[in-house]
């Protein structure tokens, strides 16, 4: 089996990103072990991509937040709150681009932030400053909470939401745009105006990287009146420049890949003169002072997790290149580990590497008969149970006509890959897979395990 050293031996010094940590480090395996010592043993954790991960001096920051607001809460909240999330605010800020600290609100997660944009558009029906049926666009694969809040927030108000039918496995860019363009030509059919656009810029399940600056430009050159990007597994993972992309709302999850403890989020809202009735949706005595400093106090619960944004990027700057270093890492990584487990089962990647984040989907091999979610929990469940090995599993449905569904990858898993990682981990979910197309395993109830 390979060296665990072979993917830490390009940590090294780093360059002095965004003036924020003067001294260059080095951190050694020792200390990266160390950092999540306090992840389960034996476990080949390679789903970080659902609840991310945090090292242990980040939480040891948290804690600190913590003590102090037990040992005397009111100097907390008068003195301390307040300047600690504007000083989180301000590093985002500067992580994304943003041209000013006003535009960057801390929420809980992407769910919350999903909530204040489709309020408001709601709001916007129900007061009859939009028509009836008017529309609004998503992608089929966006992520289940957002689809449930667009038909609580939006459909319930009146509006008409087309989904953008996405292919998957996906071959290229040209597939994805040319999909959107045609779900806007529906939308905006019989004389509809397009409303919003909400768009993922990664997936969850399936995991692709959409093309979201060309989206986001098609949106504006078709007058889609807001474009929402949910972002959750963005920073930390891809890119993030909102300048660039372009959209009027933008969030991602801190949580997921930029080592916060959950649950933490930021919602960026694009400087407009025509978008200012935005809430949280927890109104609290703040109400009307803006939405950042609406959302800096929703009431007495725990902010330790919004505070830590400056500790957390002192971490990722003890790697070389900082964020950005980690990310084209993982990138690296979990291709080069993603190829590896189609080449051993005999199967295919879900996209080109070119459209995948830190995280990847992987064929399963077709005789494990996955034919429905429910297998799809089965099979995650056995694979935890007996072999150690968390992953998730998306089930891909047949095409209509296949004959031989023996034939046909109808599961894919999606592997993450993140610093803590070894190649042992994915040497472990090979051999697991292995194992079960070896015993006969099949997730499908009509035929006999061995």
Known sequence: MESHHQDLKRNGDHSNNNNHLAKK???SEFEILSEFSHHQDGVARINNGS????????????????????????????????????????????????DDVEEVSIVDNATTAAAIV??????????????????AVMLHYAYGAVKKSIQAYVSRAGGHVIE???????????????????????????????RLAVIDHVTSMPCVLIPVKELVQICREEGVDQVFVDAAHAIGSVD???????????TSNLHKWFFCPPSVAFLYCKKSSSLVDLHHPVVSHEYGNGLA?????????????????PSVLEFVNRFEGGIEGIRKRNHDMVVEMGEMLAKAWGTNLGSPPEMCPSMIMVGLPSCLRILSETDTLKLRAHLRDQFHVEVPIYYQEPKDGTQDIDAVITGYA?????????????????????????????????????
């Open 240 to 250: 993030v420049n909102v300048k660039e992309i372009g959209a009027d709302f933008y």
């Open 414 to 450: 999606r592997i993450s890959h993140q610093v803590y990682n070894r190649v042992g981990d994915y040497y472990k979910f090979r051999d697991a897979i292995r194992k079960l197309v070896q015993d006969g395993f099949t997730c499908n109830p009509f035929f006999l395990n061995k």
């Open 164 to 194: 953008v039918q996405l292919p998957f496995p996906v071959n290229s860019n040209d597939e994805i745009i040319f999909e959107f363009r045609k779900a806007l030509e529906k939308a905006k059919a019989n004389g509809r105006r397009v």
């Open 25 to 27: 480090q080095k951190l």
């Open 293 to 309: 400093i609406e959302s800096a106090w929703i009431g007495t619960r725990d902010y330790s997790s919004q505070l830590v944004v």
């Open 51 to 98: 609840f991310g991960s945090c090292p242990a001096s980040v939480i040891a920051a948290q804690h600190q937040w913590q003590l102090q607001f037990l040992r005397q809460p009111d100097d907390f909240y008068f003195n301390q709150l307040k300047p600690g999330i504007f000083r989180s605010r301000n590093v985002i800020k500067g992580l994304i681009n943003a």
């Open 118 to 135: 489709l309020q408001q558009i709601g709001r916007a029906f129900m007061e009859e400053k939009y028509q009836k049926g008017d529309a």
